[in-house]
């Protein structure tokens, strides 16, 4: 993927939490429906990647997006910014929508194929620098985790399955996975230097 | 089934729980302080994993939910059902805070359906910063109505409550003072309006103790009465 021409090159676009998503949330709450189109600038692409990278399936990942979008003006007042951050808390609802699409029983015959054949890793991103250094950073912080951890953090982020689940395609106990998960959890967060 | 729901963190940031398992933990959260704030991290690191799977979307996304959110209902704020974060406890305001927290759900109805509601989440904000300020100090009065003061000198604001306060002709005003070794100071117009919801004034400064007079309708620059009560300050 080439680098594109335009302004989002270098600092600003990256990562972390853009500093006024949470006003935008704000205003967006109070029916400002200029502040969603900021939102959706921002929040589009993760939202639409998210969808796409759990259900697989373009259309239906496009149908996600629309919903989780349009769910974020309906509940934008439900944020909490005591709770955590902007950004986590609308990509949480992004990433259960997501999953919740691919765990209906519509999706059964490609939770079978998916079962199959091992998730995809970080191959298919990356077409904004800001989502190119990003993609950079997790992956750095993901190859730091042990490779039993990252398998089962990908298997459930990405593939959107239940650590149930997870534990049966891996051959594992129930308890090591949810330890692997929360173990590599903690190490991915301590990596990328993330606070709620 | 987990007999250490704490284990389920890590599964319940990658959202591989399952609705009911989900439930569960949540409510787990709401009693642990320690937990919720370790799946609050989690969460900003599963954001993360999210961010960088960002994709554009086709153009035409633009269009479909700019048009759907012109014609959705916007669903109103939930009532805050524990106001002050859980991180920094302390049983100097523990009484205030519940105090201030029955209040609001005394009043629930009236602040529920209050028309701004980015007002009603911003005060809610601004409650919660004074309430967990370190500092954070209350005092009570009884007696023509109940007046709660929950003061804090780093934050140079206080949250006051009063209810029960008698009813004013609409040609007069409770309004509110800060007193002290200077001439008092207003610290705004007080509404007791049959609910009691809080509200945040700002200028505490070195005020030794807070009062409330009766003025005329908006309010008066300095005192024409005596207080019908005082408080101290911590």
Same mark, same amino acid.
């Given at each position: 993927m080439n680098e594109p021409g335009g302004g989002r090159r270098g600092a600003g676009a990256v990562g972390a939490e853009p500093p006024d998503l949470a006003e935008l949330l704000g205003?967006?709450?109070? #029916?400002?429906?200029?502040?969603?189109?900021? @939102?959706?600038?921002?929040?589009? /692409?993760?939202?639409? /990647?998210? +969808?796409?990278? @759990?259900?697989?399936?373009?259309?239906?990942?496009?149908?996600?997006?629309?919903?989780?979008? @349009?769910?974020?003006?309906?509940?934008?007042? %439900?944020?909490?910014?005591? *709770?955590? #951050? +902007?950004?986590?808390? +609308?990509?949480?609802?992004? %990433?259960?929508?997501?999953?919740?699409?691919?765990?209906?029983?519509?999706?059964?015959?490609?939770?079978?194929?998916? +079962? #199959?054949?091992?998730?995809?890793?970080?191959?298919?991103?990356?077409?904004? @620098? #800001?989502?190119?250094?990003? %993609?950079?950073?997790?992956?750095?912080?993901? *190859? /730091?985790?042990?490779?039993?951890?990252r398998e089962s953090i990908t298997l459930a982020y990405y593939g959107g399955y239940t650590y149930r689940e997870v534990a049966e395609l891996l051959g594992v106990g129930l308890a090591a996975v949810k330890s692997r998960m929360r173990d590599g959890l903690i190490r991915l967060r301590d990596c990328l230097g993330v606070q709620p | 089934m987990s007999h250490e729901p704490h284990d389920l963190a890590g599964p319940y940031a990658l959202d591989a729980l399952t609705e009911p398992e989900r439930r569960r933990f949540e409510r787990h959260l709401t009693g642990c302080a320690a937990c919720a704030e370790e799946a609050a991290g989690l969460r900003e690191a599963t954001a993360r994993l999210a961010l960088a799977a960002?994709?554009?979307?086709? !153009?035409?996304?633009?269009?479909?939910? =700019?048009?759907?959110?012109?014609?959705?209902?916007?669903?109103?704020?939930? =009532?805050?059902?524990?106001?002050?974060?859980?991180?920094?406890?302390?049983?100097?305001? =523990?009484?205030?805070?519940?105090?201030?927290?029955?209040?609001?759900?005394?009043?629930?109805?009236? $602040?529920?359906?209050?028309?701004?509601?980015e007002h009603a989440r911003a005060l809610n904000r601004q409650v919660a910063a004074v309430l967990t300020a370190p500092d954070a100090r209350t005092s009570t009065v009884s007696g023509q109505g109940r007046v709660t003061v929950v003061s804090s000198r780093s934050?140079?604001?206080?949250?006051?409550?009063?209810?029960?306060?008698?009813?004013?002709?609409?040609?007069r005003t409770?309004?509110?003072? $800060? =007193?002290?070794?200077?001439?008092?100071?207003?610290?705004?117009?007080?509404?007791?309006?049959?609910?009691?919801?809080?509200?945040?004034?700002?200028?505490?400064?070195?005020?030794?103790?807070?009062?409330?007079?009766? !003025?005329?309708?908006?309010?008066?620059?300095?005192?024409?009465g005596a207080p019908i009560l005082t408080l101290p300050l911590g």
């Open positions: 205003r967006v709450a109070r #029916g400002d429906q200029d502040a969603f189109g900021q @939102v959706y600038e921002r929040l589009s /692409g993760p939202v639409y /990647g998210i +969808a796409l990278r @759990v259900v697989r399936d373009p259309a239906q990942a496009e149908e996600v997006a629309q919903d989780v979008l @349009v769910e974020l003006w309906r509940k934008a007042s %439900h944020y909490r910014p005591d *709770r955590g #951050g +902007a950004t986590a808390w +609308a990509l949480t609802v992004a %990433h259960r929508r997501a999953v919740d699409r691919v765990r209906s029983s519509q999706a059964d015959r490609d939770r079978e194929e998916r +079962a #199959g054949a091992p998730p995809r890793e970080y191959d298919e991103v990356a077409e904004e @620098v #800001g989502t190119r250094l990003e %993609h950079q950073q997790v992956r750095r912080c993901m *190859r /730091g985790l042990t490779p039993t951890q | 960002s994709r554009r979307p086709p !153009e035409r996304l633009r269009g479909r939910v =700019l048009a759907e959110i012109a014609r959705t209902r916007q669903s109103p704020p939930p =009532l805050a059902r524990r106001l002050p974060s859980p991180r920094t406890r302390g049983p100097a305001w =523990l009484a205030a805070a519940a105090c201030l927290v029955l209040a609001l759900t005394g009043g629930g109805a009236a $602040w529920h359906f209050h028309r701004d509601a934050a140079g604001k206080a949250v006051v409550t009063a209810s029960r306060l008698p009813r004013l002709p609409s040609t409770y309004q509110m003072w $800060w =007193l002290g070794p200077f001439a008092p100071r207003s610290a705004g117009t007080l509404d007791p309006g049959g609910e009691a919801r809080p509200v945040v004034t700002a200028g505490l400064g070195d005020a030794r103790r807070f009062g409330v007079t009766v !003025e005329p309708a908006g309010g008066s620059p300095r005192p024409t």
